[in-house]
């Protein structure tokens, strides 16, 4: 399975990455709120609705633009084995 690195997050609005902050990970767009937080808290059964409650920085939109990425990447890795872009 690819990992966060490989879903090509550049091409999403939604985050931003600098190697200055939070040791290079992938955040939300003007946060300092790792991607990784949003996949866990799903994992753990908050919903996302719950998740932007607790993470106020992040927008409903932002985490909606993330999870469609997600998926359609992990869809077009098995299609044609490179991510799709976030629009």
Request: proline letters at 7%.
């Amino acid at each position: 399975m690819p990992t966060q690195a490989d879903l090509g997050w550049a091409g999403c609005p939604a985050v931003e990455r600098d190697p200055q902050r939070v040791s290079g990970a992938w955040v939300f767009r003007g946060t300092r709120i790792p991607l990784a937080a949003l996949f866990e808290n799903l994992e753990d059964g908050v919903s996302l609705a719950e998740f932007v409650e607790l993470f106020p920085g992040v927008s409903d939109q932002q985490a909606r633009l993330v999870l469609e990425h997600d998926a359609r990447s992990l869809t077009s890795w098995g299609s044609a084995g490179k991510p799709s872009a976030c629009n």
